[in-house]
């Protein structure tokens, strides 16, 4: 951008400060609907609550919008242990340690400060890109990580001047509900604003696709699996989809192995493997492979043999009949997703200690365990001639999904090669998943990463319009 004098910069300040009222949104059609906490009985209701709800938002300065994020943050710190139970107790599957960490974490999720206005100016006049908000928007909540999800999508759409009206997983709304009537209430006390966040107090997949078809919706975002996004875009409006995954790891032969082995412990076994971001599978050079096995021993990992893995894989998989399990693809039973790896342990006749991160174990490239984004604290290990047959093989299993992938090596080569080859939207390198988002690493914080839809890790720019202003002639502050 050029340089501006100081007498432009004047000027666009001064035009900024005179316009931003006006620049938001514009006037509700609906008067403030008596607040419910953000829970109502339809998605008409919810959109609507939300509406009347979004002007004043977009109003008001960043600064307060500023402290209403501070405030989502604190609570959410505050109440991490109360609602990581409650998410735990009623989706079953995780651990209550990584989810309480999910949302004391979300302090590291961008808001107010991320926004910008940029500037142009010449001879001719001044242009000015400003950032406006979309309205109502839409968001669809996973299973897996409920109530973050929802607070992580929160923070990035106030600071925008959006209000958001969410669609939960019915198997985790008890949660999500619960936690959006508490921040909704301390915002309310606080800054008198009711019903920035909303939802149904039923949901379900006919109220998504109302939600998704309203005519107040501007946006959707749907944090989820294949079958949600698709039903979201056949909406015909513009959709943020933060789709499936399968982390690939490869591990080269100039790898610091103990460093490789402790990563992947702490990444996959992350919240027993639900994050979308996980290390899911292990390709290593063979030249360093049973280095890398015992490395991983000595970090805690609790390595299956060839039989107790192919009853592993015949239990938590469904097969289409005649189909073998080793090297087919299958479908993960539900009941399986997010198990702790004791209780996976236990399907082999393997008394584990509760503490027990991760399992693993050596399979064909082609196995299922390989090909399937399974969720569990289970992850595969293949052995490859070369770097080149690991990285073939990572591109393979990740399956054009462009989400995550992880690499070991200490040499430049070949991790600018297997970036390039993956194309993936987070790329990580020697260091757990989790550094992508700002965990141990320099990253920023979402929980939705769009990656069908190109936007990558979410911030409050992904919420909003460009729009641009343009001054035509010269401009006096009066």
Not at 48 to 53: L, Q, V
Request: charged letters at 20%; aromatic letters at 6%.
């Amino acid at each position: 951008m050029k340089q501006q004098d100081p007498m432009i910069a004047a000027i666009v300040h001064e035009v900024l400060e005179r316009l931003q009222p006006h620049l938001s949104s514009p006037p509700p059609t609906h008067s403030f609907i008596s607040s419910s906490g953000g829970v109502f009985a339809s998605v008409d209701e919810a959109v609507k609550a939300a509406a009347a709800a979004q002007y004043p938002l977009a109003a008001m300065s960043l600064e307060n919008r500023g402290q209403i994020i501070d405030l989502i943050r604190e609570t959410c710190y505050d109440k991490a242990e109360e609602w990581g139970r409650m998410e735990l107790e009623e989706t079953k599957i995780g651990r209550l340690d990584h989810k309480i960490e999910k949302l004391r974490f979300l302090r590291q999720v961008l808001g107010v400060e991320a926004l910008k206005t940029d500037a142009r100016s010449d001879s001719s006049g001044v242009c000015l890109i400003e950032y406006a908000p979309f309205g109502v928007i839409g968001l669809v909540l996973p299973a897996t990580h409920s109530v973050p999800t929802m607070a992580s999508n929160a923070i990035n759409v106030i600071a925008g001047g959006n209000t958001a009206v969410f669609s939960p997983h019915p198997a985790a709304a008890k949660c999500a509900i619960h936690a959006l009537k508490v921040l909704n209430g301390e915002i309310e006390k606080r800054f008198a604003l009711p019903n920035l966040l909303c939802t149904v107090q039923s949901p379900s997949i006919e109220s998504a696709n109302a939600l998704f078809n309203h005519p107040e919706i501007a946006l959707i975002c749907v944090t989820g699996g294949p079958a949600v996004v698709k039903a979201a875009m056949q909406a015909g409006k513009r959709v943020i989809a933060a789709g499936p995954g399968n982390p690939p790891v490869v591990v080269d032969e100039t790898a610091d192995l103990e460093n490789a082995a402790r990563c992947i412990i702490e990444g996959g076994g992350f919240d027993n493997n639900l994050l979308c971001i996980g290390e899911k599978e292990v390709f290593v050079v063979a030249s360093v492979a049973d280095a890398f096995v015992s490395a991983m021993k000595r970090a805690g990992a609790v390595q299956l043999n060839a039989p107790q893995i192919e009853k592993l894989t015949q239990t938590v998989f469904t097969f289409e009949p005649g189909k073998g399990s080793g090297c087919a693809r299958g479908h993960v039973r539900r009941e399986y997703i997010g198990k702790d790896a004791a209780a996976l342990a236990e399907i082999v006749g393997l008394r584990l200690p509760s503490s027990t991160d991760l399992l693993f174990g050596e399979t064909p490239e082609e196995h299922t365990f390989v090909q399937e984004e399974q969720m569990m604290p289970f992850v595969p290990i293949v052995r490859l001639s070369s770097v080149d047959e690991a990285i073939r093989a990572a591109v393979k299993a990740e399956h054009g999904f462009r989400h995550t992938a992880i690499i070991h090596s200490q040499n430049l080569a070949n991790i600018t090669r297997m970036a390039k080859a993956m194309n993936t939207t987070l790329f990580v390198v020697n260091a757990p998943s989790m550094a992508s988002l700002g965990s141990k690493g320099p990253g920023y914080l979402s929980y939705s990463i769009a990656t069908p839809t190109g936007e990558g890790v979410t911030t409050p720019l992904t919420f909003l319009r460009q729009r641009q202003l343009t001054v035509g002639q010269a401009l006096h502050v009066v």
